[in-house]
Protein backbone atom coordinates (compact mmCIF):
# COMPACT_ATOMS: atom_id res chain seq x y z
CA UNK A 1 0.00 0.00 0.00
CA UNK A 2 2.94 2.80 1.22
CA UNK A 3 4.93 1.38 -2.36
CA UNK A 4 1.10 2.88 -4.42
CA UNK A 5 0.64 5.68 -2.11
CA UNK A 6 4.09 6.96 -2.52
CA UNK A 7 4.18 6.35 -6.17
CA UNK A 8 0.59 8.07 -6.56
CA UNK A 9 1.93 11.17 -4.60
CA UNK A 10 4.84 11.28 -7.07
CA UNK A 11 2.97 11.36 -10.22
CA UNK A 12 0.51 14.06 -8.87
CA UNK A 13 3.54 16.18 -8.26
CA UNK A 14 4.88 15.66 -11.66
CA UNK A 15 1.75 15.91 -13.73
CA UNK A 16 0.89 18.84 -11.55
CA UNK A 17 4.04 20.78 -13.26
CA UNK A 18 5.69 21.19 -9.72
CA UNK A 19 8.91 19.14 -10.54
CA UNK A 20 11.32 19.04 -13.50
CA UNK A 21 11.76 16.88 -15.14
CA UNK A 22 14.85 14.66 -13.41
CA UNK A 23 16.55 11.54 -13.16
CA UNK A 24 14.41 11.13 -9.55
CA UNK A 25 10.96 12.16 -11.21
CA UNK A 26 11.82 9.56 -14.43
CA UNK A 27 12.16 6.93 -11.93
CA UNK A 28 9.22 7.69 -9.87
CA UNK A 29 7.49 7.17 -13.43
CA UNK A 30 9.40 3.86 -14.26
CA UNK A 31 7.96 2.76 -10.94
CA UNK A 32 4.20 3.76 -11.45
CA UNK A 33 4.38 2.04 -14.97
CA UNK A 34 5.89 -1.07 -14.06
CA UNK A 35 4.30 -1.09 -10.47
CA UNK A 36 0.87 0.29 -11.03
CA UNK A 37 0.26 -1.08 -14.88
CA UNK A 38 2.09 -4.12 -15.13
CA UNK A 39 4.22 -2.45 -18.33
CA UNK A 40 7.88 -3.55 -18.99
CA UNK A 41 10.25 -0.34 -19.32
CA UNK A 42 13.62 -0.25 -21.48
CA UNK A 43 15.48 3.09 -20.95
CA UNK A 44 15.99 4.70 -24.75
CA UNK A 45 18.19 6.92 -26.72
CA UNK A 46 17.20 10.86 -26.40
CA UNK A 47 17.74 13.26 -29.54
CA UNK A 48 18.75 16.36 -29.88
CA UNK A 49 19.03 18.72 -33.33
CA UNK A 50 18.04 15.98 -35.11
CA UNK A 51 20.50 13.72 -34.05
CA UNK A 52 19.67 10.42 -32.52
CA UNK A 53 22.26 9.77 -29.26
CA UNK A 54 22.34 6.00 -30.35
CA UNK A 55 25.25 7.86 -33.09
CA UNK A 56 24.34 5.76 -36.03
CA UNK A 57 23.97 8.10 -38.98
CA UNK A 58 20.55 8.26 -41.00
CA UNK A 59 18.72 6.99 -37.33
CA UNK A 60 15.59 6.35 -38.69
CA UNK A 61 14.08 6.97 -35.55
CA UNK A 62 15.81 9.72 -33.49
CA UNK A 63 14.97 9.49 -29.62
CA UNK A 64 12.82 7.18 -30.21
CA UNK A 65 13.95 3.58 -29.80
CA UNK A 66 15.68 1.48 -26.69
CA UNK A 67 19.18 1.87 -26.31
CA UNK A 68 21.53 -0.63 -27.09
CA UNK A 69 21.70 -3.67 -24.66
CA UNK A 70 19.61 -1.84 -22.43
CA UNK A 71 18.04 -3.81 -19.72
CA UNK A 72 14.18 -4.45 -19.79
CA UNK A 73 12.88 -3.35 -16.20
CA UNK A 74 10.36 -6.35 -16.18
CA UNK A 75 6.47 -5.35 -14.81
CA UNK A 76 6.06 -5.92 -10.77
CA UNK A 77 10.04 -5.23 -10.40
CA UNK A 78 10.97 -4.16 -6.42
CA UNK A 79 10.77 0.07 -6.20
CA UNK A 80 14.83 -0.66 -5.09
CA UNK A 81 15.60 -2.45 -8.30
CA UNK A 82 13.44 0.38 -10.62
CA UNK A 83 15.92 2.76 -8.80
CA UNK A 84 19.15 1.39 -8.98
CA UNK A 85 18.51 0.14 -12.63
CA UNK A 86 17.43 3.36 -13.84
CA UNK A 87 19.76 5.18 -12.46
CA UNK A 88 21.98 3.58 -14.27
CA UNK A 89 20.74 5.40 -17.49
CA UNK A 90 20.63 9.24 -16.80
CA UNK A 91 18.97 11.07 -19.16
CA UNK A 92 17.42 7.85 -20.96
CA UNK A 93 13.90 8.28 -22.37
CA UNK A 94 10.92 5.95 -21.59
CA UNK A 95 10.22 3.02 -23.94
CA UNK A 96 7.28 1.24 -23.61
CA UNK A 97 7.66 -2.17 -25.10
CA UNK A 98 4.60 -3.18 -27.26
CA UNK A 99 2.59 -6.74 -27.51
CA UNK A 100 2.61 -7.94 -24.46
CA UNK A 101 0.48 -6.20 -21.88
CA UNK A 102 -1.20 -4.08 -24.54
CA UNK A 103 -0.38 -2.87 -28.53
CA UNK A 104 -0.93 0.12 -29.92
CA UNK A 105 -3.43 1.43 -32.64
CA UNK A 106 -1.85 4.83 -34.36
CA UNK A 107 -3.48 7.28 -35.94
CA UNK A 108 -2.77 11.08 -36.66
CA UNK A 109 -3.30 12.83 -33.49
CA UNK A 110 -6.19 15.28 -35.03
CA UNK A 111 -8.37 12.55 -35.78
CA UNK A 112 -7.27 10.94 -32.50
CA UNK A 113 -8.53 13.86 -30.50
CA UNK A 114 -11.70 13.86 -32.18
CA UNK A 115 -12.69 9.99 -32.19
CA UNK A 116 -11.41 10.08 -27.96
CA UNK A 117 -13.94 12.88 -27.74
CA UNK A 118 -16.67 10.41 -29.61
CA UNK A 119 -15.56 7.48 -27.66
CA UNK A 120 -16.19 9.29 -24.41
CA UNK A 121 -19.65 10.97 -25.63
CA UNK A 122 -20.36 7.13 -26.20
CA UNK A 123 -19.12 6.19 -22.64
CA UNK A 124 -16.91 3.43 -24.52
CA UNK A 125 -13.99 2.06 -22.42
CA UNK A 126 -10.90 3.84 -23.35
CA UNK A 127 -7.64 3.14 -22.21
CA UNK A 128 -4.82 5.52 -21.96
CA UNK A 129 -4.02 7.94 -25.37
CA UNK A 130 -0.25 9.42 -26.05
CA UNK A 131 0.39 12.07 -28.37
CA UNK A 132 3.92 12.14 -30.18
CA UNK A 133 5.22 15.61 -30.90
CA UNK A 134 5.71 14.66 -34.53
CA UNK A 135 1.62 14.78 -34.61
CA UNK A 136 0.50 10.76 -33.86
CA UNK A 137 -1.99 9.49 -31.06
CA UNK A 138 -1.67 5.88 -29.80
CA UNK A 139 -4.64 4.32 -27.98
CA UNK A 140 -3.54 1.53 -25.98
CA UNK A 141 -5.31 -1.95 -26.49
CA UNK A 142 -5.70 -5.17 -25.57
CA UNK A 143 -2.67 -7.77 -27.24
CA UNK A 144 -3.43 -8.81 -30.64
CA UNK A 145 -5.10 -6.30 -31.96
CA UNK A 146 -2.45 -5.54 -34.36
CA UNK A 147 -2.01 -8.35 -36.13
CA UNK A 148 -6.50 -8.32 -36.31
CA UNK A 149 -6.39 -5.07 -37.38
CA UNK A 150 -6.72 -5.88 -41.07
CA UNK A 151 -9.71 -8.58 -40.54
CA UNK A 152 -11.30 -6.22 -38.04
CA UNK A 153 -11.66 -3.16 -40.51
CA UNK A 154 -12.43 -5.69 -43.06
CA UNK A 155 -15.54 -7.17 -40.99
CA UNK A 156 -16.50 -3.48 -40.36
CA UNK A 157 -16.78 -2.62 -44.36
CA UNK A 158 -13.55 -0.65 -44.42
CA UNK A 159 -10.59 -0.30 -46.69
CA UNK A 160 -6.86 -1.23 -45.77
CA UNK A 161 -5.02 0.35 -42.62
CA UNK A 162 -3.19 2.08 -44.69
CA UNK A 163 -5.46 4.05 -46.66
CA UNK A 164 -7.61 5.18 -43.27
CA UNK A 165 -3.86 6.42 -41.98
CA UNK A 166 -4.53 3.59 -39.56
CA UNK A 167 -1.40 1.74 -37.59
CA UNK A 168 -1.20 -1.30 -35.62
CA UNK A 169 1.78 -1.43 -33.68
CA UNK A 170 2.24 -4.64 -31.71
CA UNK A 171 4.98 -7.73 -30.70
CA UNK A 172 8.20 -6.23 -31.60
CA UNK A 173 8.31 -2.31 -31.24
CA UNK A 174 8.57 0.02 -28.50
CA UNK A 175 6.86 3.42 -28.02
CA UNK A 176 8.13 6.57 -26.14
CA UNK A 177 6.28 6.97 -23.53
CA UNK A 178 5.52 10.29 -21.15
CA UNK A 179 7.35 12.68 -20.12
CA UNK A 180 9.71 11.97 -22.22
CA UNK A 181 10.61 13.84 -24.98
CA UNK A 182 11.58 14.04 -28.88
CA UNK A 183 14.68 16.68 -28.59
CA UNK A 184 13.73 19.31 -30.29
CA UNK A 185 10.36 18.30 -31.42
CA UNK A 186 8.94 18.60 -27.89
CA UNK A 187 7.74 16.09 -25.44
CA UNK A 188 5.88 12.86 -25.55
CA UNK A 189 2.23 13.67 -23.96
CA UNK A 190 -1.03 11.56 -22.37
CA UNK A 191 -4.10 13.02 -24.30
CA UNK A 192 -5.66 10.49 -21.70
CA UNK A 193 -3.34 9.35 -18.75
CA UNK A 194 -3.32 6.12 -17.09
CA UNK A 195 -5.34 6.88 -13.38
CA UNK A 196 -3.31 5.11 -11.11
CA UNK A 197 -6.42 4.81 -9.09
CA UNK A 198 -8.68 2.83 -11.58
CA UNK A 199 -6.01 0.49 -13.27
CA UNK A 200 -7.87 -1.70 -15.28
CA UNK A 201 -6.89 -3.78 -18.83
CA UNK A 202 -6.74 -2.05 -22.13
CA UNK A 203 -10.11 -2.08 -24.15
CA UNK A 204 -10.53 -4.82 -26.90
CA UNK A 205 -9.57 -2.75 -30.60
CA UNK A 206 -13.26 -3.78 -31.49
CA UNK A 207 -14.61 -1.67 -29.16
CA UNK A 208 -12.63 1.32 -30.32
CA UNK A 209 -12.30 0.17 -33.99
CA UNK A 210 -15.11 1.57 -35.63
CA UNK A 211 -15.12 5.19 -34.57
CA UNK A 212 -11.67 5.38 -35.00
CA UNK A 213 -11.60 4.52 -38.60
CA UNK A 214 -14.80 6.38 -39.14
CA UNK A 215 -13.02 9.54 -38.01
CA UNK A 216 -10.03 8.93 -39.55
CA UNK A 217 -11.53 8.02 -42.81
CA UNK A 218 -13.39 11.73 -42.38
CA UNK A 219 -10.12 13.14 -41.60
CA UNK A 220 -8.94 12.01 -44.84
CA UNK A 221 -11.45 13.09 -47.29
Known amino acids: MGFTIGISRGIRDIRSGSRRRNR ?7 AEYTGLW ?10 AAG ?8 CRAPGAHPLDHAPVIR ?24 GRTFDVIE ?4 AGRHALARLERMG ?5 VAVTPDGRAHFFVAPGAAAALPDLLYRMGWDAPAA ?22 GPVRWLRSPAPD ?22 GT
Request: with cysteine.
Open 24 to 30: SSDGTVV
Open 38 to 47: GWDVVPGVRA
Open 51 to 58: ACSCGRAG
Open 75 to 98: AGAPLDEVTAVWSEFPGASLMLPV
Open 107 to 110: VAEA
Open 124 to 128: LPVGP
Open 164 to 185: LDLRGLGPGTHITAPPSDRGDL
Open 198 to 219: SASPPPEARLLLGTLAYVAHRS
